[in-house]
């Protein structure tokens, strides 16, 4: 069976600036899609010409089959649109505007009401059907344009920052509604939260300079990081030089770095390994070996913040310059 979502060599001009190019992916039915990138990097462009609100200089892109360009109707049929911003007409009120929307997408009589129910039930409007759309806090104006998205059950969802302006409540609600969905459909969400695509994302692409330079499960992007099976332990202060002393000269043991607590006193201790491999056992037995036996001992899977920054920069990530880092002589 055919991807829902299927590009080919993408690429957009505006006169001499190559904004985006030649991104090629698939998304599948059942995926949830993390798009990253960084401001500029070419994450809105390349959405609006998947989505056929813009016209590519080169490439191909389909939804379900159909050619966007070829076939847009066919494409807006099976589609639903979260663009950034999310454009609507502010002097209608919301429950004026989702109706509007019903109508155009060829709704009428019991099944209109019916949808516009669901999609404002769906994204929690009901207290706001009657406010105008431009008097409704930014929050609540993101949810209206996410209704639309909604209205027509579509097969494929793209969703430019959908949690824009929410507060932590309405993000829970959002992304338990996002992972609800996704067995069914095929959905992309551009942002810029990493935690969001830890939350609900089963695969991340990011772009940098207009190019796809990295793809993959989040927890698959998150081991390339150097955090990837270290170990933190919180230690007494007075145990602090001879805990990183036992750790430092552990052959799995890249680095040690230091953080005190401000608020128990304590010393966080992390042990970074050499190569990613796990080294709980070993800094288990050295501490164990010195005495000392820690408050907690926690292993990280890895830190997809230092892993974007090392993609999007070219950065090399080698430890950290704070005061109380140990580190192996090369």
Known sequence: MAAMIEVEGLTK??????????????????EVLGFLGPNGAGKSTTMKMITGFLTPTAGTAR???????????????????LPEGAPTYPDMTVLAFLEWVASVRGFAGAEKRARIERAMRATSLGEVIYYPIEALSKGFKRRVGLAQALLHDPE?????????????????????????MAAAKAIVISTHILEEVEAICTRA?????GRLVADGSPAALAARS??????????LPDQRVAAMTALAPLPAVAAVEAEESPTDGLVALSALPAGGQPIEGAVRG???????????LRIERGRLDEVFRAITTGAITTGSDAAGAVRKAA
């Open 286 to 296: 050295a501490l164990a070996a010195a005495g000392i036996a820690p408050r907690d």
């Open 226 to 235: 150097r955090w990837h099976n270290a170990v933190t332990v919180r230690v």
């Open 156 to 180: 494929v969802l793209v969703l430019d920052e959908p949690t824009d302006g929410l507060d932590p409540n309405q993000k829970h609600e959002v992304r338990t509604l996002i992972r609800a």
């Open 63 to 81: 939804l379900c089959g159909h050619d966007v360009l070829a076939e847009p109707l066919a494409v807006k049929r099976r589609l639903g649109y």
């Open 13 to 30: 001009r505006f006169g001499p600036v190559l904004a985006v190019d030649g991104v090629s992916m698939t998304v599948e039915r059942g």
């Open 205 to 209: 692409v990011v772009i940098a300079r």
